[in-house]
């Protein structure tokens, strides 16, 4: 059996810098994805598709998770935990299984964590429940990574001075701005006039194109939950493993599983154990093997992953693996604004499609207030709904006493719906206290397809998150307010969002206390690493997606010098 | 409540209310592992047709000629009706569509069934009170009966579910066969994004 370098199991945001780097640097690297292998001209704008069937995602009946949600307390005031099945709820908590993960599938709105989010503890001390520790690195660690993600995977935007700024390393993006949606004229205005910093949000989409397989953005309007045609958005697939596979030290055997690690009397890893298309079980040997199956999969395959010299699992002896998972807090909102209330120069720019609003605020990433104190806060993003327009259609069917409507009356709410008004959507991104309920475990009843058991995941969350979100909100609905917005909504939840997660295998220095060492190596497993977003012990305010991609390139580096 | 339509609400176990809920609200059809010829084999009415032509409009013609088509077709007239204000069911060959839906390979069984049998308790409920099968009572009878269904839960469910198909039907990508021309896009004024998929990538032959 061939011996590879690297073997890396899972091929999205934390697998494709991995394997980008090292076999560029001359590696054999062998990348095993459990999805299929789309290429480019495999993506349409179809909703069917990306949105209304199981084509990115497993089916759940075949492959499903348990969720373990809040359901009261008892007689004594503890907290009691309701489990189901998401094949029964229907709660989906898988995000794309293909070559690339699920960032064939983001919008690639990208912010970077700030100096602050690495010492979480010491700047805003402890809060009672919460699991915060500050990390063991610092932001100044992370930084050139960053960058190289800036430059290797294609980051548009423009650098604007604001209270929040974090010191970079280079003067500015190496791709200028998308285009932008004319409603961000009044967005500036309004936030200008309330003396608020609208900001353009950097986004890994090219503004210019790369090459001839990555060209720039064609601005069709559907980019989040779908697939680039252009090549423009920087996916794993697009922007990293086309590399990796161009080097021809890469090999990615996608519809490949794996179901296990198998490790030796010195905790070592030896093999990666998977059930390929054809349902045969099949091992890959390597030197080094990387961990990447995004953060509640990647805990479900440690847990069932126990050895010789790892008895509850790889990397459990101090039964953390799963532990402290983070998703992220906040909340979302709307306002529309409605055309007759308005000229029709401003109606027929409102409606155009294409562009990207491109607008975010963090003036409250840092809170300062008289009744709260200063506490840690968050991200705001500014978007316009979701062009998918067979679920919006459907929610119209529907009367205000929960009754079917039909017939000529839904046909002139459809009509209404679609044509009356432009929405502008709010999402607020908060830290996700890491607390003792939530987290991942193997359920001991259900199993996948191939009679595996599938991770079950405990989703309390922490009522300051709560707090902090309401407090951003009741700023966000201001702003929509003073742009003219009607109707205007919104809600803040500890629902945990199942696209944003992270945590589950945080690093650290004490193998008492967290599963990787400060370099993402698991604690007793020498050459085993973990370069998703597990790794992180608190999560910041922003998406994940750039932390994990400038992460993975770290750990690549680290993993080079071990080989 | 009419005892045909209580028999319809008590032949679903609370099970299937819940998974037929979560079908249509959440995710519509979650996909199964039945492949396509061995649950059409329980359905021989279904695929009587000789292959597709390459013309959906002469397609939905000659299908609904037949049942259980014919009936679906007036059903699915009733509840998106040719009324001067947008295409009908018709016009966006949502028939065509939803015979589709039924032969796809990821339609739950369970679901396929569910669609094929509705067309029975109506037509039972309609020869009960009427002595005629449902195409053959007249507009407004037509009409009250549908609202009679929908009071109880399999039935409000039955024409929920006929809903969001017409909906696809109405918004899907033309590759489908139903939307010809985009007429339900542009109807509502809606921008479809690009590339929009040839017929031999449409989803089914992604799975």
Redesign the interface.
């Given at each position: 059996m061939k011996e590879f370098d690297v073997c890396i199991i899972g091929s999205g945001a934390g697998g494709g810098p991995v394997a980008r780097q090292l076999s560029l640097a001359g590696y054999d690297v062998v990348v095993l994805e459990k999805g299929p292998h789309?290429k480019q001209s495999?993506f349409?704008?179809?909703?069917?598709?990306c949105c209304?069937?199981?084509?990115y995602t497993p089916?759940?009946?075949?492959e499903q998770h348990v969720i373990e949600d809040y359901d009261g307390t008892d007689a004594n005031g503890n907290y009691k935990w309701q489990s189901e099945s998401t094949?029964?709820?229907?709660w989906?908590f898988w995000n794309g299984n293909m070559v690339g993960g699920s960032s064939n599938l983001m919008s690639g709105f990208f912010y970077r964590l700030k100096p602050q989010d690495f010492r979480l503890l010491s700047e805003f001390g402890p809060i009672d429940g919460a699991n915060i520790v500050d990390w063991p690195i610092s932001y100044d660690d992370l930084e050139p990574y960053y960058t190289l993600v800036e430059q290797i995977v294609g980051i548009s935007g423009q650098v604007q001075s604001h209270p929040m700024q974090e010191p970079r390393s280079s003067a500015d993006f190496p791709y200028p701005p998308t285009l932008e949606h004319p409603i961000t004229r009044l967005i500036d205005q309004t936030c200008r006039d309330m003396q608020l910093h609208a900001l353009r949000t950097p986004r890994a989409i090219l503004s210019r194109p790369l090459n001839t397989q990555r060209r720039a953005c064609?601005y069709?309007?559907?980019c989040g939950s779908?697939g680039c045609?252009s090549g423009a958005k920087g996916s794993s697939r697009e922007a990293l493993l086309n590399d990796a596979l161009a080097s021809g030290r890469c090999t990615i055997k996608a519809n490949c599983k794996v179901n296990r690690l198998i490790s030796n009397n010195r905790g070592r890893v030896t093999h990666a154990q998977y059930i390929d298309k054809d349902n045969q079980t099949r091992r890959v040997s390597a030197k080094i093997f990387v961990v990447a199956c995004q953060a509640m999969e990647t805990a479900r395959l440690l847990l069932l992953s126990s050895g010789p010299a790892h008895a509850n699992g790889l990397g459990n002896n101090s039964g953390q693996v799963g532990k402290n998972m983070l998703f992220s807090a906040g909340g979302s909102g709307s306002g529309d604004f409605i055309y007759h209330d308005m000229t029709e120069e401003l109606a027929s720019q409102l409606?155009t499609?294409g562009p990207f609003v491109n607008r975010g605020l963090q003036d409250w990433y840092v809170i300062e207030d008289k009744t709260l104190g200063r506490i840690k806060g968050g991200t705001v993003d500014l978007l316009l709904q979701h062009?998918n327009?067979?679920r919006r259609?459907?929610n119209v069917?529907w009367d205000d006493d929960d009754?079917?409507v039909?017939?000529?009356a839904?046909?002139?709410k459809?009509?209404e719906a679609?044509?009356s008004s432009q929405t502008l959507r709010y999402e607020i991104f908060c830290d996700w206290l890491p607390n003792d309920d939530c987290f991942v475990s193997l359920d001991s009843n259900v199993k996948d397809?191939w009679n595996i058991p599938v991770g079950k995941l405990r989703v309390g969350y922490h009522d300051h998150d709560l707090v902090v979100g309401r407090y951003i909100e009741k700023h966000c609905k201001q702003i929509l307010t003073n742009m003219g917005a009607k109707h205007v909504r919104g809600s803040v939840s500890g629902s945990p969002p199942p696209n944003l997660q992270a945590g589950g295998c945080r690093f650290g220095h004490d193998p008492a206390t967290s599963v990787l060492d400060a370099e993402c190596r698991i604690h007793g497993a020498e050459n085993v690493f973990v370069s998703d977003g597990s790794w992180m012990p608190t999560g910041g305010s922003v998406p994940y997606t750039w932390t994990i991609y400038a992460n993975a390139f770290r750990v690549a580096n680290i993993i080079q010098k071990q080989l | 409540m009419h005892k045909l339509l209580r028999q319809w609400d008590n032949s679903l176990s609370a099970k299937q209310h819940a998974a037929l809920d979560l079908s249509l609200e959440r995710r519509s059809f979650l996909a199964n592992t039945l492949k396509a010829a061995a649950t059409l084999s329980l359905l021989p009415g279904l695929i009587q047709l000789s292959a597709c032509s390459k013309d959906p409009e002469l397609d939905q013609q000659s299908l609904i000629q037949q049942e259980p088509w014919k009936t679906f077709a007036t059903v699915q007239q009733i509840l998106f009706p040719d009324d001067g204000n947008g295409p009908s069911a018709m016009d966006i060959h949502a028939a065509l569509y939803l015979k589709f839906v039924l032969e796809a390979p990821d339609t739950e069984a369970a679901d396929r069934e569910f669609i094929l049998n509705g067309i029975n308790w109506l037509n039972d409920l309609s020869q009960q009170t009427h002595q005629k099968p449902f195409i053959l009572v007249n507009v407004t009878q037509q009409d009250a009966l549908l609202k009679q269904i929908s009071q109880s839960r399999a039935g409000e469910r039955w024409l929920s579910t006929l809903l969001l198909y017409i909906f696809e039907a109405l918004l899907s990508d033309p590759a489908y066969g139903a939307n010809p021309d985009g007429i339900g896009w542009r109807w509502l004024e809606h921008q479809p994004g690009f590339p929009s998929p040839p017929k031999n990538k449409i989803y089914t032959r992604l799975l």
């Open positions: 789309l495999d349409y704008k179809d909703e069917l598709a209304r069937r199981s084509v089916n759940l009946k075949n094949q029964e709820s229907g989906d064609e069709s309007g559907f779908y045609a409606k499609r062009p327009a067979i259609a459907n069917k009754k079917l039909w017939g000529s839904l046909k002139r459809l009509h679609f044509t397809k | -």
